[in-house]
């Protein structure tokens, strides 16, 4: 089963994010988190900055390369949230311009699996 995801991302999160990828030219970055309630370090946030094999955004206009990242973050978080629902068996609602599976890369495959990964202690 998909663990679920932390909070929404701080915008301050987020820049902190997109700053690390983009100085060093990585393809994502993540941040992850101590979970409390069960003692292991789950998701927190990331900031994917690879290749996108579609463009599909919200709003039909031109954005920067740095606008097109956030929002591939934004629709792959949103992807998840609806596989997981999925998942529990509950109707899935996404937005008709929302990512299916078949749009990714083997990069945002990754990237999105990483956020049903968690570390309990002493593992890894």
Do not use: H
């Not at 900055?49 to 955004?57: D, E, H, M, V, W």
């Not at 008709?96 to 309990?120: N, Q, R």
Request: proline share 8%; with cysteine; charged share 15%.
């Amino acid at each position: 089963m998909f663990a679920r995801m932390a909070t929404p991302p701080s915008s301050r999160l987020q820049t902190m994010l997109q700053a690390a990828v983009q100085s060093v030219q990585w393809t994502y970055s993540l941040f992850w988190q101590m979970c409390p309630q069960q003692g292991i370090l789950v998701w927190g946030d990331g900031y994917y900055n690879g290749p996108i094999k579609t463009r599909k955004t919200v709003q039909p206009m031109e954005v920067t390369t740095e606008e097109a990242s956030l929002q591939r973050s934004q629709q792959l978080r949103e992807l998840y949230d609806s596989l997981s629902i999925g998942e529990t068996n509950q109707p899935a609602r996404r937005p008709c311009a929302a990512l299916s599976p078949e749009d990714l890369t083997e990069t945002e495959w990754f990237y999105l699996m990483c956020v049903s990964f968690s570390f309990p202690p002493g593992v890894g």
